[in-house]
């Protein structure tokens, strides 16, 4: 598993440039996964889902790839805007298994 | 939209007291779950919540935390006897079914002092 600390990575962009923020999940049974983004100060906000079947989703501007060989999820964000900057966390559940399980956090900061 | 939310946005308690954190989960939805989270750090898991009774708990969920759902709408967190290392955000969420997405509320700030 993640170790958990103060210090979240950090991605910086330019507004306007595409983003790639990447996970990498532990549990191989893990069939379900989530793209959450968290403003400060707020919750974590449902951006994007996939299921182990799949290994693209595109949704509105954010695409999702799962790499199940080597346990690995990306979110990608096309031409990045200063409202996207948030901290980015990835979760994994197993169906049957009811809690989402998230990942450390990534912050991403978009220079205008 | 429908959303979940949590009362109170910020609660400041003293150690030893007993605290509520209340939610109302979205309307349609049967799954109910509480999460913390310690300043800077990730989302941890505490407890799910279905058919009116605990359906998974996490270590953190030890004899001082319980949930209820009283009625129809309101889901809450009880800490009987808070500690300074309870201080954290917490959240609620609920989702349609136990592995379709989470809906999560803005949280509750919870400082011990």
């Known amino acids: 598993g993640e170790s958990v600390g103060l210090h979240l990575p950090t991605l910086s962009v330019q507004e306007g440039d595409n983003s790639i923020i990447n996970c990498a999940y532990s549990?191989?049974?893990?069939?379900?996964f989530i793209w959450y983004k968290q403003e400060s100060g707020k919750g974590p906000q449902f951006i994007i889902d996939?299921?182990?079947?799949?290994d693209k989703r595109q949704g509105q501007r954010v695409t999702v790839l799962l790499n199940k060989t080597v346990k690995h999820l990306s979110l990608q964000i096309a031409a990045t805007q200063p409202g996207d900057s948030a901290v980015y966390f990835c979760?994994?559940?197993?169906?049957?298994?009811?809690?989402?399980?998230f990942g450390k956090g990534t912050r991403l900061s978009v220079i205008a | 939209e429908p959303e979940v939310t949590q009362t109170p946005s910020h609660q400041v308690t003293q150690m030893g007291q007993e605290v509520i954190l209340r939610c109302v989960p979205i309307?349609?939805?049967?799954?109910f779950y509480w999460y913390r989270q310690i300043l800077g750090q990730k989302v941890e898991f505490l407890v799910s919540?279905?058919?009116?009774?605990?359906?998974?708990k996490s270590e953190i969920f030890d004899d001082q935390f319980s949930v209820e759902r009283p009625d129809g709408s309101n889901f809450t967190l009880k800490i009987r006897s808070t500690k300074l290392e309870d201080s954290a955000m917490y959240f609620c969420?609920?989702?349609?079914?136990?592995?379709?997405?989470?809906?999560f509320g803005q949280g509750t700030r919870l400082t011990v002092v």
């Open positions: 969420a609920s989702s349609e079914m136990e592995d379709t997405e989470a809906f």
């Open positions: 549990n191989s049974a893990s069939d379900y």
């Open positions: 996939i299921r182990s079947n799949m």
């Open positions: 979760a994994e559940n197993m169906q049957g298994n009811t809690p989402l399980v």
């Open positions: 309307s349609n939805h049967l799954y």
């Open positions: 919540f279905y058919n009116n009774e605990i359906s998974e």
